[in-house]
């Protein structure tokens, strides 16, 4: 699986130790277009491993947001959603969410107005802060076209 072998090799640059675990959720995410829970990941996952624990699940999910293999969401309806962060800037996106059904749709419409955006942004904060920004993310909260 090359793009196993892909990840392998970038996690490495931030812990030494490749587990199933860490592997299996990355394979999980990076297949599926969905924004899942802990809960729902740990219920796909222990089908195929009836061993692996929630608490492998939580510490697993927290160790690969923190090295940027995951983005880490809370759309406000109480669990955090975890989705795969490619580093192809094609797969770049941004979220809209529906507050009264949850929906979350992904969009990459305005993707290079958004980088030009973000780039001035991210200038005129490290200059007035002296803050180095290291990633973004736009959400917008409102209605899908069910809902309203």
Request: aromatic fraction near 10%; include cysteine; hydrophobic fraction near 30%.
């Amino acid at each position: 699986m090359v793009e196993a072998y892909k990840w392998r090799h970038r996690f490495r640059k931030h812990v030494s130790r490749w587990t199933l675990p860490r592997e299996s959720i990355l394979d999980l995410l990076s297949r599926t277009s969905k924004h899942l829970s802990a809960k729902e990941i740990y219920d796909d996952l222990s089908k195929a491993y009836p061993g692996i624990g929630q608490s492998t699940i939580y510490r697993t999910l927290s160790l690969l947001v923190q090295t940027g293999f995951l983005n880490k969401m809370d759309i406000g309806d109480g669990p955090k959603r975890y989705e795969y962060r490619s580093s192809s800037k094609m797969e770049h996106h941004h979220h809209l969410i529906c507050t009264k059904c949850g929906k979350i749709i992904d969009y990459s419409d305005f993707i290079d107005e958004e980088e030009k955006l973000v780039k001035e942004a991210e200038k005129n904060i490290t200059g007035k802060y002296n803050f180095k920004v290291q990633d973004h993310n736009i959400e917008f909260y409102g209605l899908c076209k069910d809902c309203h």
